[in-house]
């Protein structure tokens, strides 16, 4: 059962709150979903974001909020590579018919999800290592990014949300002209931040 909500004063914003089946595990609630027709009269894809565990949220609210900012629709979810395997499996066997364009999955330790989704979708796939209480993440990243020939994960850094977010909206505006309008315009303000605080630093040894 699904029920949709419209934040009061943003009859554009819908908010999406997963119940799931009995014994299965808890979705996380998805935020901000934007709706809109970007070119040619369809929708736009949906980013699914799937992680292995709750203690991954604050890695991918940064995620989650970067694809709220470039308008761009998205599902969250908790699935285990290992204590969940069939949900895991379900979601990405379906992602394709449900009208996901990229898939994101965010696990630390052993990390397998990533790995997990990709083999049973050809959907593109982007695994987030996540830090966990040993290694420094070392070893979710090589878990990660570590997949034989044939099943593809694109693995951001450690912990990197925001890029993953990032190359989600750049694999998706490949045929979305407005989207990639609005990956250019937050590239030209990143250098403009940049050079902002190079002028204040040249200002400063200078004056």
Known sequence: MCHFLAPAGQPEMMHKNFVPMPLRIF????????????????????????????????????????????GIPYECHIYSAHRTPEEARDFAVSARANGFGVLIAAAGMAAHL???????????????????????????????????????????????????????????AVEDAELAAKLDARRAADAAKVLEKDAALQAELNG
């Open 27 to 70: 979705a996380v609630q998805c935020s901000c979903m934007k709706f809109y027709l970007p070119q040619g009269g369809q929708h736009m894809k949906k980013v699914g974001i799937v992680m292995g565990s709750d203690s991954d949220l604050p890695i991918l609210r940064k995620t989650m909020d970067t694809l709220t900012s470039l």
């Open 114 to 172: 990533a790995g997990a989704i990709a083999a049973n979708t050809t959907l593109p796939v982007i695994g987030i290592p996540c830090k966990g209480p040993c290694l420094d993440g070392i070893d979710a990243l090589l878990s990660t990014v570590m997949m034989p020939s044939g099943i593809p994960v694109a693995t951001v850094a450690v912990n990197g949300g925001v890029n993953a977010a990032l190359l989600s909206a750049q694999i998706l």
